[in-house]
Every structure is written in structure tokens, then in C-alpha cells.
């Protein structure tokens, strides 16, 4: 009988582990903007804001994409293709933007303010 009880705690301990390996692993290889929270209302003000990265081209994204035209299925898209360059995810693209468009300064790939403008971005889907 002492067998049995010990048998049956060694494999509970052992689906405890392996459940917290599973569990580890899978937080591990989550993509880093799949999970983005961001405020699309912040984000449409940064979107409207010609001093987004310190620009100094007196432009905002606005300015290019009134209204958001033409970005509709960014939200989407897995690569980019601006001025010739190619971007590997919408945040690459907002940077490019801001560094090209605007004349200011890349912003914080995992911020705030990304999350806030990428969310606006994906909400412009129809």
C-alpha cells in the first residue's frame, strides 16, 4: 500500500513540474508584440501630434494618412515596404515614419507610447 501512495505522489509531483515547464516555455516564445496593450486613444493623439519623436519636419502621421487612409490593413501586415526600405513589423514601420516623415527621433520599440499608436493603427481596420 506504501508503494501505491508513494507511486501516485511521485507522478503528481512530476505533472506539477512538467505542467510549470509547459507553462514557462510557452510565456518564453510568446511573439514580443502579439500581446501589445495599448490606449488607441493616446495613440490617435500621437497620431495627430507633429512633435511625435521631437520631429522637426512639422509633420505628424496625419499628415500622410489623413483620417488613417491607406493604413487600414496595417494592423495585418507582416513586412512593409515604405520609400523603398523594408520594415519587418508595424513597429519598424512607425519608427521609419517618424525617422523619415517627421525628422524626429525613433521612439521606444516596447513603450508605452508604441503600444498607444500601434493600437490606434490596428483599430483602423474595416
Not at 9 to 33: D, H, R
Not at 51 to 62: D, P, S, W
Amino acid at each position: 500500500m506504501k508503494i501505491i501512495k508513494f507511486s501516485i505522489f511521485l507522478i503528481l509531483v512530476i505533472g506539477l513540474v512538467f505542467a510549470y515547464q509547459v507553462g514557462e516555455t510557452k510565456e518564453a516564445e510568446a511573439p514580443s508584440y502579439g500581446s501589445m496593450k495599448g490606449d488607441m486613444k493616446k495613440g490617435k493623439t500621437f497620431f495627430n501630434d507633429n512633435n511625435l519623436g521631437k520631429g522637426t519636419a512639422g509633420k505628424y502621421c496625419n499628415s500622410c494618412h489623413p483620417g488613417g487612409k491607406g493604413l487600414e490593413a496595417s494592423g495585418e501586415k507582416k513586412e512593409f515596404n515604405i520609400m523603398g526600405e523594408k520594415q519587418n513589423s508595424l513597429v519598424e514601420a512607425v519608427n521609419f515614419c517618424i525617422v523619415n516623415a517627421l525628422k524626429g527621433t525613433a521612439i521606444d520599440p516596447d513603450g508605452q507610447d508604441m503600444k498607444d499608436i500601434v493600437s490606434y493603427i490596428k483599430s483602423l481596420k474595416k
